[in-house]
């Protein structure tokens, strides 16, 4: 008995010794520099797991060539001391041709495992320059910055790093700071939550009558606004009041630290525009979205209904609440606080119609526009503020929506009025476009959930396709996919989603809601199919569907796709 | 020498030489029939030491017709006419003119004047009796009748009286029997004819019973409208407001009424008198307060709807050549004055090592380095004081310090501003841009009092992220704006003071439409719905008690006049600032900060019955805080740089036990942050401040170097020292605890805090080592660093002998530092 245990202790032991590693794709943490100038040859060093099997990097980007170099285990530090897997460090080499576009690129590695998730490169037009070997954590161990414009690649490696740059600056002068993270922080777009928050603090080293070293604080910025859902790098603008040499600290929020912890520290002289972030995707209710005098024939395109109508007329709200006909838009400022104003319409039969703010200027949480419709008595029939009650203590909540569907029963005059939620703020900024149109039936946001497809022959990947029925649209939705290695297919599906608890008084909730599906795509490889050296790049097509003819592709999305190993 | 002290004084009490006399009131008019007043007679000695002599003076009139001398000083108008009233004492006269009107005409009845005011003088409607929170055996009288009409609704009807709601509770029983009046409950009880649980009041041969009687037999009327119409009580002053007086002996005090239409009536003998100290000092029904152990007290003075006090000093031998002070700015006249009168010598001028140190520590929060001090104590420069005073209030450090300082008092932590880091931080950004820019004050308090939007002053709305209940937040802003504390008025009539539930949730009004939507604050309109009825919603605030809907209303029950879809805040942050008692709170809470104690200390308890210490000094702060336009630094600067603030710490023979009065410098314990900075000043270590959170990577860690006091959210940064040195939790108004512990012991004994900086490679100790400082050198470097003054020769000798009997001279050095840096005169500001 006992030898029949110790035969079967070694067999476990023995296979355990023998077995590979698991087969899973590469999943780099972070890249450092994330910036290069195009052109220029350049080196990044990618850190992250799983790394030992790569064998190439991989970019939507032709013209971007990427040569993977040495793979190393990285040494033991404070932030891979608890870390279950091993960390390593796969040196990338990343060459451009000088007339690519500068911008972000996203970079992917590749092993017989499958394709990672991407880290953003930027190509920049300019020189990258690294930050100098050693701490830079005092006046005397600074960066000193020659001029501006100047972009350097750094990192907060450890908790409580700090890295000083000095900046000789003229009475005066205005530089604008920007610190833009290679992980961003929870929160922003592509937030993750190992991101990195990075700050700026301005110093003159004026000393003080306690301290002769004393650097004085002069200006300081995390980020120009913090909101959940914007980036949270530092955009700093300083006019200096005198002439002298200033310091300027670069550190992460809190005081966090970590090898992921890149950044890209840009000195640009004269006041800079913050870096803008754009989504390409259509937004049915962000209040940045336009709100054109084309607006119901993109909708009706969306609807997969022939775009043939009429451009939506524009006109000036006032105090004094002019007259409008439907469709139309109403533009105006609320330039006084406190300040209200209004235009009138006239309905001579029921309508739905639907009401769509939009903030060319400040947005919320800056201005916050609330749009009242009042019939004829006064009375509001609607507002775009969606009200509910909590679910556990049952208090009233409300929130401020950039669009509302109001069915109107009643005809006759009604007034729309528009005023900021506050009643002491206001300003230039507080500029607002309504739009009050009959409804259209389209399908509004598309969101698809793949970021990557690494197959087993054998095996299946499940990518779920979300779609909002507005305004009533009934039609079907159509999704395709294009572009699939030999071996693969797509084939739509069915899904299980778990009911949810009612919310306790949702009040009109489907006037700021739309109806929400969800529609699956399985991707299937079969057993005899041949694993895939490079990724393929597969495109996900969503188009409506409307008397029985397909519409136009309303939302799309590429994604790399591998067949990879054995089942 | 104590015994030569009082013999001096008791021949001083027997030979009247020299004495002055002043009678009070010096002008009477009486009105009505029965009206009286009651005077009083002090004798000033040639050093000005008050004596009353009321009782052993002789008093006269020149007409016997017009008036009656009852007792001692007290006149009792008889008939209509003018005369003089004498008193004479010890050879020496004094008089007052008395006008008599109207003797003949009893004045017309009113029950809150006649009735409320029995029941106040006779303790029934106090906070213990039937004037608490639910009223005691089942009746329920408003805290010093304030409210007759309730009181006369539950006298006459019966019935008990319920908090949480308006409705009667059990059968109406009245107090008052119209059939057979003396068989009333509201006679036999208070005369002890039934069990009475207040035990026995009056007899029933009192004026007060016998005036209850006559009222009963009437009818038991609330009064006529023409009573109505009487003018009211707007306030009770009592004179002096400030009585001193030898151990045993006695003062009397007058009361005074001021009515609403401008007349004024004797009332020391219709009111209740209480002493808040009966250990310092007792008082009679009649106002006659007898000194029992040297210190100070309040008496308090109660009269239907009213609360006064005044300042009792109980003194001890007067000071012979009493020397001359030097008033070096506003501060000086009310301090030096009232140390006079109480016979307190103030102490010697700081020198200038005291002095730096002190005001170094008391405007930044930081030790002077070692050559600063040498270089101020080797100056020459007459005005070297305000020149560093100066310095200091221009220094970062400054603006370091206040940040921090109002951090506390505006409670900068994560959870109070909105469960996120990011907001509290932005709100500690806007208190620090205040502080640097040395914003008015009065704009920071209406800014964060109005805040709407989402800027970082509207941070403040939102703990845990939520609006907080409009009662909190209107009661914190009181608090921290105004110096009051209105907390006990949410449930029912604050029992010790004039607030009542309604003024209360009148105040929480105004932040009742405080709305958060999304993340943006802002104040529900009142005219429109906004979605409301889509979900049966309602913005309004109810009166937990009445159920009505309450409308915004100021402390002195005024409406303001608000726009429904204004911001209601706007308008009470404009009546705050301008409102007396903001400058009063604020100046009060500054002085705090430089003194250890507020003139009202707590420095945010301002009630009558916690009246300040120097209330002209009070006045004189806040006028000048109003006329400088609520400028901080120049009220700190006007502080610091007085001779007040600029005394000694050593006490003299007669200031020694004296703790409230700054007749000399107090030591006080340092703050938790800034006494962890000295520590890291001094031995060159500075602390680390890791956050709490222990989750690999998102563990953060202040810049090396970082300051305490510059933590931004000190609640994020766990640190053993700041706990146990009473680092408070912002998560309510902070309350500072510096009391010592066996924990702060044993921290200094094995903590990281002492023990490990000791050792550290680079410490101040390892830089004087490396570079072969002498024992004597190092011993005196520390001393001028760690206590901002030389080491004396005594201590130098001393330091020198025990560490020549350690054998390593190293391990000796650390144990010195440790010495000094646990010992308690560098733990404290002094």
Sequence with gaps: MKLFR?????????????????????????????????????????????????????????????????????????????????????????????????????????????VSNALPLHIMEFPVLAEPAGSHDSEETAVRVESAPALYA??????????????????????????????????????????????????????????????????????????????????????????????????????QGSPDYSYQFRILPGEAPAPASHNPDWQERSYTRPLSANRLNELAERGGIKPDKKSIETYRASADGPEFRLPGTLLGTIAEPGEMQRARFQIDTPQDIAIEVETPADDPPLFNPVVRLLNASGEEVASNLMAGRGACSGALNKSLQAKTVVPLRDTGEYTVEIRDATSDLAGPGFQYKVQVRPQVPHVGDVGITADRLNLKPGGAETVRVNFDREEDYRGAVAVLVEGLPPGVQALAGADFEPDKDPPMHAGKRERYTPRRERSVVVFTASDDARPTPEPHLARIVVRPVAGGKPGPVIASKTIPVMVVGHP | MRLLSLALFLAGIANPAGVTLK???????????????????????????????????????????????????????????????????????????????????????????????????????????????????????????????????????????????????????????????????????????????????????????????????????????????????????????????????????????????????????????????????????????????????????????????????????????????????????????????????????????????RVCLDLTGTLPPPERVRQFAASTDPHKREKVVDALLASPEFVDYWTFRFSDIFRVAIFANGLTPKWSQKYWEWIRENVETNRPYNEVARERLSAQGYGAASRHFLPYNQIGPPQDVMAEEVRVFMGRRMDCAQCHNHPYENWSQDQFWGMAAFFSRLFKVGPVVIDHPVNMDWSSKDVDGKIELVHPRTKAIVQPAVLDSASLDLRADANPRAALADWVVGHPYFAEAAVNRIWGYFFGRGIVDPVDDFRSTNPPTH????????????????????????????????????????????????????????????????VAAVTGVPEVFATAVTDGSAVGQAPRGTRA?????????????????????????????????????????????????????????????????????????????????????????????????????????????????????????H
Excluded at chain 1, 24 to 43: D, I
Excluded at chain 2, 163 to 191: C, F, I, Q, W, Y
């Design chain 1, 6 to 114: 110790f035969v079967a202790g070694a067999t476990v032991l023995a296979s355990l010794l023998a077995s590979e590693p698991p087969s899973v794709p590469p999943s780099p943490a972070s890249m450092h520099p994330f910036a290069g100038m195009r052109g220029e040859p350049f080196e990044v060093v990618i850190r992250g797991t799983d790394l030992g099997a790569v064998r190439s990097a991989f970019s939507e980007e032709s013209r971007l060539r990427l040569t993977v170099g040495a793979i190393e285990p990285e040494p033991p530090n404070e932030a891979n001391a608890k870390s279950k897997k091993p960390f390593e460090l796969l040196r990338l080499r990343v060459e451009s041709p000088s007339g690519l576009e500068p911008g972000q690129y996203d970079i992917r590695l590749v092993s017989p495992h499958g």
């Design chain 1, 154 to 255: 750094g990192r907060i490696e450890r908790r409580g790093e700090v890295d000083f740059y000095e900046v000789q600056a003229k009475q005066g002068q205005t530089l604008t700071f920007q610190v833009l993270s290679g992980l961003p922080a929870p929160g922003s777009p592509g937030g993750n939550a190992r991101g990195f928050d990075p700050a700026v603090t301005i110093f003159e080293p004026s000393g003080s009558w306690f301290d002769p070293g004393h650097m004085r604080r002069v200006a300081f910025s995390d980020e120009p606004l913090w909101v959940i859902g914007r980036a949270t790098d530092t955009h700093l603008v300083h006019t200096f009041a005198k002439d002298g040499r200033y310091l300027v600290r670069v550190e992460a929020f809190s005081g």
């Design chain 2, 23 to 357: 009678i009070a009131p010096e002008s009477v008019h009486l009105r009505g029939a029965g009206a009286s007043q009651q005077f009083l007679l002090l004798a000033v000695d040639a050093d000005g030491v008050e004596r009353d002599v009321t009782a052993e003076a002789e008093w006269s009139l020149s007409s016997g017709k017009l008036a009656s001398v009852q007792e001692a000083g007290r006149i009792s108008a008889i008939a209509d006419g003018t005369a003089r009233v004498v008193a004479t004492f010890a050879g020496a006269s004094a008089s007052a003119t008395l006008r008599v009107e109207d003797a003949g005409k009893d004045p017309p009845f009113h029950f809150a004047h006649e009735i409320s005011g029995i029941l106040t003088k006779q303790g029934c409607n106090g906070a213990a009796c039937h004037g608490g929170v639910k009223g005691r055996g089942g009746l329920k009288l408003s805290a010093n009748g304030l409210y007759p009409q309730d009181d006369y609704e539950w006298i006459t009807k019966g019935g008990t009286f319920q908090v949480l709601t308006s409705e009667v509770k059990g059968d109406r029983v009245p107090r008052v029997n119209l059939e057979e009046p003396e068989k009333s409950l509201l006679l036999t009880k208070p005369a002890m004819i039934e069990p009475h649980g207040g035990g026995k009041r009056f007899d029933k041969d009192s004026a007060d019973y016998q005036a209850i009687l006559a009222w009963i037999r009437a009818g038991a009327p609330y009064g006529s409208e023409e009573a109505a119409q009487r003018p009211e009580i707007v306030r009770l002053e009592a004179y002096p407001s400030l009585a001193v007086m030898p151990l045993n002996g006695k003062h009397r005090l007058l009361v005074t009424a001021h009515f609403s239409d401008g007349t004024a009536a004797d009332y020391t003998h219709k009111v209740l008198f209480a002493s808040n100290s009966r250990d310092i000092a007792t008082v009679t029904a009649d106002g006659v307060v007898t000194g029992k152990m040297l210190g100070e007290t309040a008496i308090l003075i109660r009269a239907a709807g009213h609360v006064a006090s005044a300042a009792v000093g109980v003194i001890g031998p007067p000071v012979r050549n009493y020397p001359e002070v030097p008033r070096w700015n506003l501060v000086d006249e009310p301090v030096f004055s009232k140390l006079r009168r109480f016979q307190l010598v103030p102490s010697d001028v700081s020198d200038d090592y005291e002095f730096l140190r």
């Design chain 2, 615 to 678: 209330p002209d000094l009070l006045a004189a702060l806040a006028e000048d805080f109003r006329a400088k336009g609520h400028d901080l630094r120049h009220l700190m600067k006007t502080i610091v740089l007085s001779r007040t603030y600029q005394l000694s710490n050593r006490p003299n023979e007669t200031n020694r036990v004296d703790r409230v009065n700054y007749a000399r410098s107090m030591p006080r314990a340092l703050d938790a942050e800034v006494l962890l900075d000295a």
């Design chain 2, 709 to 829: 006091i510059n933590l931004k959210d000190p609640d994020m940064y766990y640190s053993r020292f700041l706990e146990l040195y009473g680092r408070p939790n912002r998560g309510a108004i902070p309350e500072r605890d510096t009391k010592p512990n066996l924990g702060q012991a044993l921290h200094m004994l094995a903590g990281s805090g002492y023990v490990e900086r000791l050792g550290a490679k680079d410490s101040r100790l390892a830089h004087l080592l490396a570079r072969g400082a002498a024992d004597r050198a190092i011993f005196e470097e520390f001393y001028y660093a760690a206590l901002g003054r030389p080491a004396e020769e005594a201590e130098l000798q001393g330091l020198e002998q025990a560490l020549a009997a350690r054998q390593d001279r190293e391990a000796g050095l650390r144990e010195f530092v440790w010495a000094l840096i646990s010992s308690r005169e560098f733990a404290e500001n």
